[in-house]
């Protein structure tokens, strides 16, 4: 049974539009993140959160955005989507701290293609 | 942050034994080694983290030598459902404000019948 949740799990649309990928997690973690991964290919981190009102940038350069309003929510935006943000993104969670803050929990994904 | 090499493939039979070896020469003293489980199109599993020695579960085991520089993960007699990527990540996040774990390329385990 999924503890994280993410929407869609798939999506095709047209350049310029603007798009939010939901994530929703129900296990009160503090940390949660957001990775792309095109095929075969490593997990770039794009953002991440510690907490409520906190965001910050992963190691991956990303035109989009998150916020973190609430504990378990962590959507993250494309104001202006483009076909090379074609991805899978990928939502995580993890506890704030003790050897389980390693231990991230990922949802589905979301599959994004920008035509 | 401490990174890792590991081998980029690997080939085993069903029901024979796997060891894959991860290298981490930089970890730091408080960095854990923490092993993921990604099947196509789904978001990486946890399977075993370890800090020292060995540490079993009821999917693997994890061994770690007194230098902490390599892991090995082992699966005990693998079957097609094993067949997945494999990731080797080190790091510190308890508490930590930095919060991020780096996943590399990983090792894509492939079991024949």
């Known amino acids: 049974e999924a503890d994280i949740y993410q929407t869609p799990r798939y999506l095709v649309i047209g350049t310029g539009k603007k798009i939010t990928l939901e994530c929703s997690q129900t296990m009160g973690h503090d940390k949660m993140y957001w990775y792309q991964q095109d095929p075969g290919m490593e997990l770039h981190l794009i953002h991440y959160s510690y907490g409520v009102n906190s965001t910050e940038k992963g190691d991956l350069s990303s035109e989009s955005t998150v916020s973190r309003i609430r504990t378990e929510h962590f959507p993250l935006t494309l104001e202006s989507a483009r076909p090379s943000h074609t991805s899978q993104y990928l939502c995580?969670?993890?506890?704030?701290?003790?050897?389980?803050?390693?231990?991230?929990?990922f949802g589905a994904g979301s599959r994004l293609t920008v035509l | 942050l401490a990174k890792t090499t590991q081998p980029i493939s690997m080939d085993s039979y069903e029901g024979q034994e796997v060891n894959i070896t991860c290298s981490h020469n930089?970890?730091?003293?408080?960095?854990?080694i923490t092993w993921y489980q990604q099947f196509p199109s789904q978001g990486p599993r946890f399977i075993i983290q370890?800090?020292?020695t060995k540490v079993t579960n009821e999917v693997a085991s994890l061994f770690i030598p007194a230098d902490r520089k390599s892991s090995t993960l082992s699966l005990p007699r693998v079957s097609l459902s094993d067949t997945a990527v494999y990731y080797c990540l080190v790091g510190d996040i308890r508490g930590s404000t930095l919060g991020r774990l780096y996943f590399g390329r990983g090792t894509q385990l492939t079991v024949w019948p």
């Open positions: 930089n970890i730091a003293t408080n960095d854990y």
């Open positions: 370890g800090y020292k």
């Open positions: 995580a969670s993890s506890p704030g701290g003790g050897s389980g803050a390693n231990v991230l929990t």
